[in-house]
């Protein structure tokens, strides 16, 4: 089945995403000074909107860059209006703007650029990786010390998806200088061990994910205990289940760390039972969520 192309909205007007043009002294092209988020959308109905845009609006906030968030909100609204998507994801990014080339904030910048991007997403290879589970690598976490702030800087994460990819794996998890697991190139990770489910708490070494915090509340509710600890390099041949967490990925059993088998090996029980919950919590709100307006 053809696919609708990907819409933008590119500071409120709305055009096909290939239509964009960004100038070139746009401080998110020359430094990376721009904040960005990534939403899911189920059955044209954008997911946890609340949650990130919360998230938006403290990331604007920590570097100082003043964006109308509500009005973010609407334009994302109003562009999934516009557009046929069903199984979708949502990128949204804010700028510095335009100003000459200086590394200190310009005094005077242009209005805030804001993208907004809506497109289809096959769900399809996530599927099938969610029933088998996927092997990962571990990589250096090369990146900086902020990185609770969703920027676009995300040069070390491509590089260490990059050599997962080369390794023939599906996400790459950092491993920071004291041997402590943070996060993957672009996913939250997760452990099992006795039955308890333990990710590293949240601090200024790893994004606040969305996900993360839903699941964490999933298991909560389900009566699986949870511990915000982190997990290290060297004890993961204790661990019985790895999982990754995020928007696209949604639950995501690893099977293999490095070639080492986790567990047996396969999707564990307790990764399988908060899948389920999630699953479940999506499906619960869709038949509660108001129907697209169109
Ligand atoms: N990535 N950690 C990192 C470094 C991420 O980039 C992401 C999300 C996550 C998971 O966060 P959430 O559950 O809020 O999606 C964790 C998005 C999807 C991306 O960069 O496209």
């Known amino acids: 089945m053809n696919q609708p192309s990907p819409l933008a909205s590119w500071n409120g007007e709305i055009m ?15 430094f990376g000074d721009a904040i960005y988020e990534a ?23 920590q570097i100082r860059i003043e964006a109308d968030v509500d009005r973010i909100e609407r334009r994302l609204f109003e562009l999934l209006e516009r557009h046929p998507v069903r ?20 005094a005077n910048p242009t209005e805030p650029n804001e993208l907004i991007y809506v497109s289809p997403l096959d769900d399809d290879p996530h599927a099938r990786h969610r029933e088998t589970g996927v092997d990962v690598i571990t990589f250096d976490d090369l990146r900086w010390k902020r990185c609770d702030i969703k920027s676009v800087n995300l040069l070390a994460n491509c590089m260490a998806a990059q050599a997962a990819r080369e390794a023939g794996c599906a996400e790459a998890i950092l491993v920071a200088a004291d ?20 990710t590293a708490p949240l601090a200024r070494n790893i ?80 038949a509660g969520a108001p129907a697209p307006a169109r």
């Open 16 to 30: 096909p995403l290939t239509e964009v043009r960004v100038p070139v002294l746009d401080r998110a092209f020359l």
């Open 39 to 61: 939403l899911r959308v189920y059955e044209g109905r954008p997911f946890l909107v609340d949650e990130h845009m919360a998230r938006l609006r403290r990331s604007l906030d």
């Open 87 to 106: 199984s979708g994801l949502v990128y949204l990014q804010v700028t510095r703007g335009v100003a000459p080339r200086t590394h200190y904030f310009p």
């Open 179 to 198: 041997g402590a697991i943070t996060e993957g190139s672009h996913t939250s990770v997760f452990g099992v061990r006795d039955g308890a489910v333990m």
């Open 207 to 286: 994004l606040p994910g969305i996900t993360r915090s839903l699941v964490v509340e999933l298991a909560d509710r389900a009566g699986i205990p949870i511990r915000e600890e982190p997990l290290s390099r060297d004890r993961l041949s204790e661990v019985d289940e790895l999982f990754l967490t995020g928007t696209t990925a949604e639950v995501l059993p690893v099977t293999r760390v490095d070639d080492q088998p986790i567990g047996s090996g396969q999707p564990g029980e307790v990764t399988r039972q908060i899948a389920a919950a999630y699953r479940g919590h999506v499906a619960d709100w869709l």
